[in-house]
C-alpha cells in the first residue's frame, strides 16, 4: 500500500511521515531563538506561534499566525495519541483561551518559544505547564 501522502502532486509529493520528520527536526533549528512578542524572524525574535508557523512553513505545510487560529484549524487527539509533529496548546493567562502552542517531538518533550527562555525543549510534565495545558491536536494533514 503506498504512503499517505500530503499533496496530490507527483513531483511534490511528500508522505505524512517525512513532513512530521521535517517538523520535528527543523524545530532544532531555531533552539536558542529569542523570545518577541509579535516577532516572527528567528535573527530578531519571535514568538510561540511565529515559531510553530515557520517550522510548519519550513516542513511546506501551512498555518494560521495566531496560536488561537491554530488550535482552531487542528484536530483533537488524546494524548495517548500524540505523535511527533503535534501541536500542544497552553492557557498560560489562567483563562480557558488558548494563548500559547509548542510543537510535541516525542517522548513527553515539546519545543516552544517561551518569553523568559525563547525556543528551547521542555517537558509536557513540568508542572508549570502540565497545569496550563488545553490540548494536543493535530495540523489537519496529518
Not at 499533496?7 to 518577541?36: I, M
Not at 497552553?90 to 510543537?103: L, Q, T
Request: some cysteine; glycine content about 10%; charged content about 15%.
Amino acid at each position: 500500500m503506498a504512503a499517505a501522502q500530503l499533496c496530490a502532486a507527483p513531483a511534490g509529493a511528500v508522505t505524512v511521515a517525512a513532513a512530521r520528520d521535517k517538523v520535528v527536526s527543523g524545530t532544532l533549528n531555531y533552539l536558542n531563538t529569542p523570545y518577541l512578542w509579535g516577532g516572527m524572524h528567528p535573527e530578531t525574535g519571535m514568538d510561540c506561534s511565529a515559531f510553530t508557523k515557520l517550522v510548519y512553513s519550513d516542513a511546506g505545510l501551512s498555518l494560521p499566525r495566531v496560536a488561537r487560529d491554530q488550535y482552531a484549524q487542528s484536530v483533537r487527539i488524546a494524548p495517548a495519541a500524540a505523535l511527533p509533529g503535534d501541536l500542544v496548546f497552553f492557557s498560560m493567562k489562567g483563562a480557558a483561551a488558548v494563548d500559547h502552542v509548542g510543537i510535541y517531538v516525542g517522548k513527553g518533550y515539546f519545543v516552544h518559544a517561551s518569553v523568559t527562555n525563547g525556543v528551547h525543549i521542555d517537558s509536557v510534565a513540568n508542572p508549570y505547564y502540565f497545569q496550563r495545558l488545553v490540548s494536543l491536536r493535530r495540523y489537519r494533514g496529518f
